[in-house]
T-cell receptor
């Protein structure tokens, strides 16, 4: 039972390059989330998927797209990377009971640097 | 989005002392309040949570209190140990019910 996994662990991009961050969970959770973490800023929600087939914007969605590929997988795409997107990206998943969220479990993170 | 304010941003205590971290939230629909601990270079991990129908919850040396009227909640760590040193984040559920708003974190240092 691996929990939430993310690939890659580290990535360096040049401005304008694109890439996709991958996330998978094996806990059969309905909901999945993408956060970015910057020094002194806490965790800020980029996008989330309440259930398979749905996605919604969070606090900082500009410059990102997401795909909920199936119940297990939720990917984050940077179409044209900018230095402001240098950050640590965390994926998380949780069970939802009715409209009540439960514990969010985090992946190990991807450290992205955009030059 | 709705704000979660967290104070203090840094906290230094001596081993054995208590530590208190406070958060306020603005969304009156928030009903779930977790606390996460993040060690350097690691992922955030849940240490305790509380729902809006409960005023206090305790788990060994850790307790959380919630005041819904005042819209604030606090984390209390008693008998602190060096291994408690980490960054602690509070969070509050958004009115969608699905996602969380996080505070900016408190860096706790416990010195022997």
């Amino acid at each position: 039972n691996a929990g939430v996994t993310q690939t890659p662990k580290f990535q360096v991009l040049k401005t304008g390059q694109s890439m996709t961050l991958q996330c998978a969970q094996d806990m059969n959770h309905n909901s999945m989330y993408w956060y970015r973490q910057d020094p002194g800023m806490g965790l800020r929600l980029i996008y989330y998927s309440a259930s398979e087939g749905t996605t919604d914007k969070g606090e900082v969605p500009n410059g990102y797209n997401v795909s909920r590929l199936n119940k297990r997988e939720f990917s984050l795409r940077l179409e044209s990377a900018a230095p402001s997107q240098t950050s640590v990206y965390f994926c998380a998943s949780s069970e939802i009971i009715g409209r009540r969220t439960d514990t969010q479990y985090f992946g190990p993170g991807t450290r992205l640097t955009v030059l | 989005g709705e704000n979660v304010e967290q104070h203090p941003s840094t906290l230094s205590v001596q081993e054995g002392d208590s530590a208190v971290i406070k958060c306020t939230y603005s969304d009156s629909a928030s009903n779930y309040f977790p606390w996460y601990k993040q060690e350097l270079g690691k992922r955030p991990q849940l240490i305790i949570d509380i729902r809006s129908n409960v005023g206090e919850k305790k788990d060994q040396r850790i307790a959380v209190t919630l005041n819904k009227t005042a819209k604030h909640f606090s984390l209390h760590i008693t008998e602190t140990q060096p291994e408690d040193s980490a960054v602690y984040f509070c969070a509050a559920s958004m009115n969608s019910g699905y996602a969380l708003n996080f505070g900016k974190g408190t860096s706790l240092l416990v010195t022997p």
